[in-house]
Each structure stands twice: as structure tokens, then as C-alpha cells.
């Protein structure tokens, strides 16, 4: 089975400081990977997703993140954060295309003045 | 307008009533999916159809229902509501296609039910 463990419910930063978001996975297979954003009273957007080739992927809003197979880890990563990337983030694990997505349980990120 | 639509966007009702929530989409795909949020838990998927005739359930499916009445609409019941489905609901949808490795969901935005 697949999980996914998001380490801190709630991480808070400056504006214009690094924005870190970690997330570890579990899979028996090669996993496809994805991070989603939440902002507040809508659905979920996908921001980057790792499916196979290179382990580093952009997304959105300037948002990366690296695939490292050797730590089962995805961590999200912003150089500078601004006060419009406050939102709930959720990492997702999936074993392809045929099979559901497993979310972690979320991240809420606050930006501070 | 949204591409996943979901109806109503809000609710309140009482234990043991039926309540119905529905889900329709623009995007043409075959896929659709119900996912259930609490805070601090994450979603949850309740339930997923592949097509109009597969329907599978996910991990929470105890107490839900679902029909796909179509390739485009998918409605979740509770047939006897009760107050830990206190929730928020979203549909989901992605598109399938042989030889791509994956396919992005795309949410609504969301249902909030509140059981008395």
C-alpha cells in the first residue's frame, strides 16, 4: 500500500523567505508523485506532478520540487515566498495512471508581512 | 464557467435524512471521482468510476453511495446522514489515455455538509 507522511500541519514564513514543504512517500512500485494547492474556499489545483525522467520538475507560481528515490522523499520548494502563496498544500503518491491518488494529510502555509 | 461543478455548495440537514450532492463536468472525461476532507486528515476518496459502468469504492465507502448517470454528471448520496459525515465533499475528474502516465485531476470546488 501507498502513504503519504506531510511532516508539519502547519509551517509559517516571512515574505520573501524560502518556502520548504516536506513530504515522504511510501510505495512499492515507482511512484508518480504530485503536489496540489488549496487555496482558501476552492478545490484543489495541481502545482508540479514527477512521473518518470527528470527528478527535478517546476511548476506553477515558481513552486519546484525534487524527487530523491534514495530518501522516498518530494519536498516542495519556493526561493521566495509572497503573501499570495498562503494556502493548504497536499502531497499525493499514485502507482500510475490506472490507480487512485493517496494524499497526504496537508501542510497549511502562512505568509507573514 | 467552472469546468466541475458541484451542487449545492453548501448544505445543512438532519440525522437520518437522505441528501444527494452532485457533481457535473464540461472537460469530457471518463473519469470522476468523490473525495471527502476533514481538517487535518487530508482527502479521502469515497468512490471512483472509471467509466459510466465501472464504479469502484474507495477507501471510506461505508455510508456513501454513488450514480453515474452519465459520462459528465456523478452523484454521491448519503441515505441516512449522520454527523460525523460532517465534511467537506469535492468531485473530481481526469481524462484517461493509453500511453500517457498520467492524467491530472481537476476538483470542484467543493460541497460543504454540516449533519445535525
Known amino acids: 500500500a501507498q502513504s503519504v507522511t506531510q511532516l508539519g500541519s502547519h509551517v509559517s514564513v516571512s515574505e520573501g523567505a524560502l518556502v520548504l514543504l516536506r513530504c515522504n512517500y511510501s510505495?512499492?512500485?515507482?511512484?508518480?508523485l504530485f503536489w496540489y494547492v488549496q487555496y482558501p474556499n476552492q478545490g484543489l489545483q495541481l502545482l508540479l506532478k514527477y512521473t518518470t525522467g527528470a527528478t527535478l520538475v517546476k511548476g506553477i507560481n515558481g513552486f519546484e520540487a525534487e524527487f530523491k528515490k534514495s530518501e522516498t522523499s518530494f519536498h516542495l520548494t519556493k526561493p521566495s515566498a509572497h503573501m499570495s502563496d498562503a494556502a493548504e498544500y497536499f502531497c499525493?503518491?499514485?502507482?500510475?495512471?490506472?490507480?487512485?491518488?493517496?494524499f497526504g494529510k496537508g501542510t497549511l502555509l502562512t505568509v507573514n508581512p | 464557467d467552472a469546468d466541475v461543478t458541484q451542487t449545492p455548495r453548501n448544505r445543512i440537514t438532519k440525522t437520518g435524512k437522505r441528501i444527494m450532492l452532485e457533481c457535473s463536468q464540461t472537460?469530457?472525461?471518463?473519469?470522476m471521482y468523490w473525495y471527502r476532507q476533514d481538517p487535518g486528515l487530508g482527502l479521502r476518496l469515497i468512490y471512483y468510476?472509471?467509466?459510466?459502468?465501472?464504479?469502484n469504492k474507495g477507501e471510506i465507502s461505508d455510508g456513501y453511495s454513488v450514480s453515474r448517470q452519465a459520462q459528465a454528471k456523478f452523484s454521491l448520496s448519503l441515505e441516512s446522514a449522520i454527523p460525523n459525515q460532517t465534511a467537506l465533499y469535492f468531485c473530481a475528474t481526469s481524462d484517461y489515455e493509453a500511453g500517457v502516465v498520467y492524467n491530472e485531476q481537476f476538483f470542484g470546488p467543493g460541497t460543504r455538509l454540516t449533519v445535525l
Open positions: 499525493a503518491v499514485s502507482k500510475g495512471s490506472n490507480y487512485k491518488l493517496t
Open positions: 510505495s512499492s512500485v515507482p511512484p508518480y
Open positions: 468510476s472509471f467509466d459510466v459502468k465501472d464504479i
Open positions: 472537460k469530457g472525461h471518463d473519469r
